[in-house]
Structure formats: structure tokens, C-alpha cells
């Protein structure tokens, strides 16, 4: 007979007791991220959820798009406008601040050599002129930073032009009560006008007119990644579509076809309408600002031309070069070479007969001036002061009735072609309006609609 099977003993369960067996491994935790991912590869392997995929691509595309277009027009547009209301403006008044300043200085020579008696009228242009650049200076300094190179230059002319207005008010006390001392003041005055007051005048100039010119370049380039976003969006929006139609043999998605005439729309106001801003910026440019700038170049070399010409007379060769010449009859003959230059290409830039005809008329005036100053120098030359002072200075049949002539001309020229500019520049300006916000609102309205186009391909599966 065979003995009875042992009973299994139970392991003891206590403190020091040792399960046996393999233990199984606790399973391992997945972050929100991990299973994310894992459902979104589980759904790109299904229709639906491919379409899905398309659908937030599309919409992020069109509507990065039409961010980007709203933003580099909004900097385009930006830029048009201080092209028009704060760079050019600015630039024409430190023109005037130079102009002034340069008629001050020859109006203070013109009423030296009047006698102790000055003409009430170029007593009146002179302080008229001062004011006019004080005024100026106000405005400019009211719309420039002070630590900026231009507001460094309206400092030290804000500093310079007390002292010269000082110096012409002694030069002018002296002449009335006959004092040779006057002439010394007047060309210390004047001194001081071409070594500090125009040179910081020019530099304000230049300034003004580089930051005029980097406005002009930044609303003119065309917004690259604005536009090749479009040409993707649309790239997009088509192979939807077409692979629309190879799983469906369906035409038309309305969704997807209203995402993309509403995208297409915004590229062609986009370039259609940078174009024509380029094209009126430009055309301000070319044939505004380059005109206005070579005028202002040639009213200047008028007005210092004019007041070395007077000059000439006062010193009376006091003052010579480094050969032995007349100093101011040097400077005069300088700048009426670099004036004839300047109105040739001012005649050159003129795209119409409104700008050409005073330049014309300016040109012809130069000539007369020459020819009167060649009689004044042959008089003075000839011991015939008195002569000469008329030549010079006299309301009729001289050199001051030609000056004259030359800068009425040279006012109506740059009045022209200030207009010329301003339409140019506000037609260019205005094609961008309305295209920023514009293009914000049909890039939302694209995305909605290829998201609602999306939409009605997976009701299909439901």
C-alpha cells in the first residue's frame, strides 16, 4: 500500500520571510506628451485623421501668412508716411535753416554797403531771415533727439547764431557813425557764418536728408517672406485640393476654394499694392526730392555767391588768398561755377515744363548777373568805386537786380517741384492703406474657410 501524499506546507508570511517565484516588472509611465505623439501616428495612419492633419496645417499656413503681410505692411506703410509728414518735411526745413541763414548774410552785406543809412527792406529781410531760422530751429529740435548728430548740429547753431547777430549789430553801430571798424566786424560776422554757422547748417542737412533717404528704402523693399508665404499657402491650398479630388473625383471643395480665392486675393493687393507705393516713392523721389535737392544746392551757392560779391566792396582787397588774390572775389567766382553746374542739372532733373522753365529762367538770369559784376570789377579795378557800388548794388541795370531775378526764379522752381513731390509721395502712401488690416481679416476668413472645408470631408466618415 503507498504511503499518502505530504500536504503542501504555506510559506511563512512573516517579517523575514522571502517570497518565491519571478516577480513581474510595475508597468512604465507615459507623459502626456508621449501619448500625444502616439495617438497622433495612430491617427495619421487613417483617412480622417490625416485629414486633420491637412486641415491644421492649412489654417496655420494661411493664417501665418496673413500675419506676416500685416506686419511688414504696417512697416511699410510706416515708413511712407514719415516719408511724407516727418523725413521730407524735416529735410526741407533744414534747407530753409541753410537759406536762411545764407540771405541773412547776405542781406547784412547788402545793407553795409547802403551806407550809414540801411534800406528799410533789407533790414526786414535780414530779421525776417534770422527769425525764420530761430523758428526752424525750434521746430527741429522739437522732432529730433538731442543726443542724436542732428540734434548735436541744432545745438551749436542755437549756440553760434546769438553771436553772430551780435557781431552784425556792432558792425551796424559802426557803420552809422562812419567807423572803418565796422567793415572788420562785418567780415568777422561773416567769418563766422561760413566756418561755423552753415557748415553745422549743411551737416543738419545731410542728415536730415540720409534719414529721408533710409525711409525711402525701407518703404520701397519688397516684403520677400510675406509673399513666399502666399505663393505656399496657395501651393498648399492646391495640393489639398487636388488630393480632394483623387480620393473623390469632387471638383470643388467650397471650403477649400473660398481659402483660396480669399489668399490669392490678399497676394495680389499685396503686390499689386506695393507696387504702385514703390512706383509713386519712387517717382517723389526721381523727380521730387533729387530736384529739390540740387535747387536748395544752387539757392545756396546764389545767396553766398551774392554775399562774397558784396563782401568784394567792403574789404575792399583786405582779405586775400594764399596767391595774392581777392578772397571774396575768389568765393564769388567758385560758387557762381558751382551754381551754373547746379541749375543745368536742375534743368536736366525736371520731368516737366512747369519745373524747367524757371530753372531756364534762372540760368539766363546768371548770365546777366556775370555780366554786371564784370562791369562793377572793370570800375573798381579802374579806381571808379562809386561806379561799382551801383553796378552792385542798385535796383536797376546790376548785378543786385540779376541776383534778384535768379532767386525769385529758384523760389518758383522749388515751390514746383515741392508739389510734384508731395502728390508723387501721398499717392504712393495711400496705395498701402487699408492693406494691413485687410489682409489680417482675409487670412482669418481663409482659415476658416479650408477648416470648414476639411470639415465637411470628415462628416463623410462619421
Do not use: C
Not at 531771415?129 to 540734434?151: F, H, M, Q, Y
Not at 505663393?231 to 473625383?249: E, K, M, P, S
Not at 557762381?336 to 524747367?356: F, I, K, P, T, W
Amino acid at each position: 500500500m503507498a504511503p499518502a501524499p505530504t500536504p503542501a506546507v504555506p510559506a511563512p508570511t512573516g517579517s523575514g520571510a522571502v517570497a518565491s517565484g519571478p516577480q513581474q516588472p510595475p508597468p512604465a509611465r507615459t507623459t502626456a506628451w508621449a501619448e500625444g505623439r502616439d495617438r497622433l501616428r495612430a491617427g495619421a495612419t487613417t483617412e480622417p485623421g490625416r485629414l486633420r492633419i491637412i486641415g491644421a496645417a492649412l489654417a496655420l499656413l494661411v493664417l501665418a501668412f496673413g500675419a506676416v503681410t500685416a506686419w511688414q505692411v504696417s512697416d511699410r506703410a510706416a515708413a511712407a508716411d514719415d516719408v511724407v509728414t516727418r523725413s521730407q518735411p524735416l529735410s526741407a526745413d533744414a534747407a530753409n535753416i541753410y537759406r536762411s541763414l545764407a540771405d541773412a548774410d547776405t542781406s547784412a552785406a547788402s545793407g553795409f554797403l547802403a551806407g550809414a543809412q540801411e534800406p528799410r527792406a533789407v533790414t526786414e529781410r535780414y530779421e525776417k531771415d534770422i527769425a525764420e531760422a530761430s523758428r526752424l530751429l525750434v521746430k527741429a529740435a522739437a522732432n529730433t533727439s538731442s543726443v542724436s548728430a542732428s540734434g548735436q548740429e541744432i545745438a551749436k547753431l542755437n549756440q553760434q547764431l546769438p553771436r553772430y547777430t551780435g557781431l552784425i549789430e556792432r558792425a551796424r553801430a559802426n557803420n552809422r557813425q562812419g567807423l572803418p571798424l565796422g567793415g572788420a566786424y562785418l567780415r568777422y560776422a561773416n567769418e563766422q557764418m561760413t566756418t561755423h554757422l552753415l557748415p553745422a547748417a549743411k551737416k543738419l542737412y545731410d542728415e536730415e536728408t540720409a534719414r529721408l533717404y533710409r525711409d525711402y528704402d525701407e518703404a520701397s523693399s519688397w516684403p520677400y517672406v510675406a509673399l513666399g508665404l502666399g505663393v505656399l499657402a496657395l501651393g498648399g491650398l492646391g495640393w489639398a485640393q487636388h488630393r480632394n479630388y483623387r480620393r473623390t473625383n469632387r471638383v470643388f471643395n467650397q471650403g477649400m476654394l473660398a481659402a483660396s480665392v480669399a489668399s490669392l486675393a490678399v497676394l495680389l493687393w499685396l503686390t499689386v499694392g506695393h507696387a504702385v507705393a514703390a512706383s509713386g516713392l519712387d517717382d517723389s523721389r526721381a523727380h521730387g526730392q533729387e530736384s529739390l535737392k540740387v535747387l536748395n544746392d544752387a539757392r545756396i551757392s546764389s545767396l553766398q555767391a551774392r554775399a562774397n560779391e558784396n563782401l568784394t566792396l567792403v574789404s575792399r582787397g583786405a582779405v586775400t588768398t594764399a596767391d595774392g588774390k581777392d578772397k571774396y572775389e575768389s568765393d564769388y567766382r567758385s560758387g557762381m561755377a558751382a551754381l551754373e553746374r547746379q541749375l543745368s542739372d536742375a534743368r536736366r532733373l525736371a520731368d516737366d515744363v512747369g519745373g524747367s522753365t524757371p530753372v531756364s529762367r534762372a540760368l539766363e538770369g546768371v548770365k546777366t548777373w556775370k555780366g554786371w559784376h564784370a562791369k562793377a570789377r572793370t570800375a573798381d579795378d579802374g579806381g571808379d568805386y562809386d561806379e561799382a557800388l551801383t553796378r552792385i548794388t542798385s535796383a536797376k541795370d546790376s548785378s543786385g537786380e540779376a541776383f534778384g531775378h535768379v532767386d525769385d526764379a529758384l523760389e518758383r522752381a522749388v515751390s514746383w517741384e515741392q508739389r510734384e513731390f508731395t502728390e508723387a509721395a501721398e499717392g504712393g502712401r495711400s496705395a498701402l492703406s487699408g492693406l494691413a488690416v485687410g489682409a489680417g481679416v482675409l487670412a482669418v476668413l481663409a482659415a476658416g474657410a479650408a477648416v470648414v472645408g476639411i470639415g465637411r470631408r470628415l462628416s463623410e466618415y462619421r
